[in-house]
């Protein structure tokens, strides 16, 4: 009995009630409605590179006809930008763009296809003789050596409180207590001048030393980069010939809440023993192998020469 009248109420639902009609909604061409900046913000390209890449993906998503009114190809390759660049929901693109939530997600689908099977055709790394070249032309753009290549990123921005430094970078010694071997000279590059030796020194060399980073809000951690201490050749400044120290070796401690701390492992589980400096001036960066989420990050020195010191910046950003 029950079947029988549940379907009755199918084919009265199938035949009484109007279906719903289709509704397209507009759809707007924000290279036509937005000023350069504001694309370039938005998508994190120029409208002319936009064109460029709608070129390149045309002719695989483009359709033969207007049946059920498709996405353009300009369109889809907006809302796959605006993914990449911003990681928003596919409902906020959808609504910025005048499309549905579905069409958003099958446009950076196969946007990202498209472009991944194009990789070996617009990236490439150099070999060769050509590496030492490419290494000098980044080192005299930013003095960055040993770079070969850059993938779109940025450092974490830390900024000192105005207030409290030991809120900002702090360590947990320092050298003779003095301020001058402390945390205002620990940030990569530093050198000596009137007021800071140009690194950090901790106050003992023994493996319970750290100097520590407390970022703006929580940030992904990608990496390390430290120096040695920069040795002091101006007679005008403190410590004249001084020092060749640095740290051979470290461990990298993150904490979410800056109370709990997590040391990073290496695949069988034990602390990951990272590779340090063996002079004073070189900058040996370290890609963790993922991401970690951190509020603060500490440095744990293993080995050193002669005494612990450093220079260090963080690599990532801010997760907000």
């Not at 904490?255 to 069988?268: E, G, H, M, Q, R």
């Not at 400096?277 to 991401?291: A, K, Q, R």
């Amino acid at each position: 009995m029950a079947d029988r009248q549940l379907d009755r109420y199918y084919r009265y639902r199938r035949f009484r009630l109007p279906r719903r009609p289709r509704v397209f909604t507009d759809r707007n061409n924000p290279l036509e409605i937005l000023d350069v900046e504001s694309v370039r913000k938005r998508y994190r390209f120029f409208p002319d590179s936009i064109m460029i890449l709608v070129g390149i993906v045309e002719p695989t998503i483009g359709t033969a006809t207007m049946r059920s009114n498709p996405l353009p190809p300009l369109l889809t390759v907006l809302c796959c930008l605006q993914f990449f660049a911003t990681g928003a929901h596919h409902i906020v693109i959808a609504q910025a763009h005048g499309v549905s939530r579905s069409a958003v997600g099958k446009a950076i689908h196969a946007v990202s296809v498209i472009l991944a099977g194009l990789l070996n055709r617009y990236v490439k790394f150099p070999t060769g003789l050509e590496i030492e070249s490419v290494k000098r032309k980044f080192y005299s753009v930013a003095g960055f050596p040993n770079v070969v290549g850059a993938v779109d990123g940025t450092h974490v921005k830390i900024q000192a409180p105005p207030d409290n430094e030991a809120d900002y970078i702090s360590a947990s010694s320092v050298w003779d207590n003095d301020p001058g071997h402390g945390s205002k000279g620990a940030r990569l590059y530093s050198t000596p001048s009137l007021t800071t030796v140009g690194a950090w020194a901790a106050g003992y060399s023994n493996a319970n030393q750290y100097i520590q980073v407390q970022f703006n809000g929580l940030s992904h951690v990608m990496g390390v980069a430290i120096q040695g201490r920069p040795v002091n050749t101006d007679p005008s400044f403190e410590y004249l010939g001084c020092c060749s120290q640095r740290v051979t070796s470290y461990k990298l401690i993150y904490s979410y809440d800056c109370a709990y701390f997590l040391t990073i492992k290496d695949c069988n589980g034990s602390d990951r023993i990272f590779v340090g400096n063996t002079d004073e001036n070189t900058v040996v960066t370290t890609m963790l192998p993922s991401p970690v989420a951190a509020l603060c990050v500490k440095i744990n020195p293993v080995t050193w020469f002669e005494h612990i010191s450093m220079r260090f910046d963080i690599l990532g950003n801010s997760i907000n």
